[in-house]
Structure formats: C-alpha cells, structure tokens
C-alpha cells in the first residue's frame, strides 16, 4: 500500500526555521512530481512548492525566497526547507505525490496524514 509519511511539524516563532520532511514507500518515487500543500481551517488547500522527477521547481508567491523544495531519490524522502517563517504560515502541511499519464490523461494523487506547523510567538 502506498504510504507518504510527513515529519518535522511544530510551533517556531516568527523569523525561524522548520525542516518538513516526507518519506514515501510502495511507489516508484523517482518518476513521481512530490508537491507541498498547506491547509487552515476555512481556506481551500494551497500548492506551496512542487518539485518534479526532473527535479524542476515551483513556489507560491507568498513562500518564494523564504522555502525551498528538495527531493532525494535515493531515500525517497522530499523535504521543505521553510526559513523566515511568519505567522500567516500556520497551516497543516501535507505531502503530495502525483504522476499524469498523458496518453489517457489521467492523474494519480497520493497524500500524506499531514504535519501541524505553528508559527507564534
């Protein structure tokens, strides 16, 4: 069964750093596009960083310059890096991973349990 395990989560005051980190199992990892997400109460589930299996990056404009996705095929194992952290980062992350198959234009998603972030002082 496909397992997508995050960690890392908890409270930070605003200016510090959090290291999420992800680990999947029972899917062929390296062909995969590994996605971060964050929810709050009342707000729809937001992208905050994609990183493909060519290892192409993407950030939402509120996270850019302040996290960094990274992957590491070899541990199946993606990782965000969240530094200058403020409070309006508080959210449950998750940890996404998806492939397309574009003949049949199908998309398979699996999602992580999710980890608590708190960012206050």
């Known amino acids: 069964q496909v397992q997508l395990v995050e960690s890392g989560g908890g409270l930070v005051q605003p200016g510090g750093s959090l290291r999420l980190s992800c680990a999947a199992s029972r899917i062929p990892f390296s062909i995969y596009n590994m996605d971060w997400y964050r929810q709050t109460p009342g707000k729809e589930r937001e992208l905050v960083a994609s990183i493909t299996r060519g290892y192409s990056t993407n950030y939402a404009n509120s996270v850019k310059g302040r996290f960094t996705i990274s992957r590491d095929n070899a541990k199946n194992t993606v990782y965000l890096q969240m530094n200058s952290l403020k409070p309006e980062d508080t959210a449950v992350y998750y940890c996404?991973?998806?492939?397309?198959?574009?003949?049949?234009?199908?998309?398979?998603?699996?999602w992580g349990q999710g980890t608590r972030v708190t960012v206050s002082s």
């Open positions: 996404n991973a998806n492939v397309m198959d574009d003949a049949f234009r199908q998309r398979t998603d699996h």
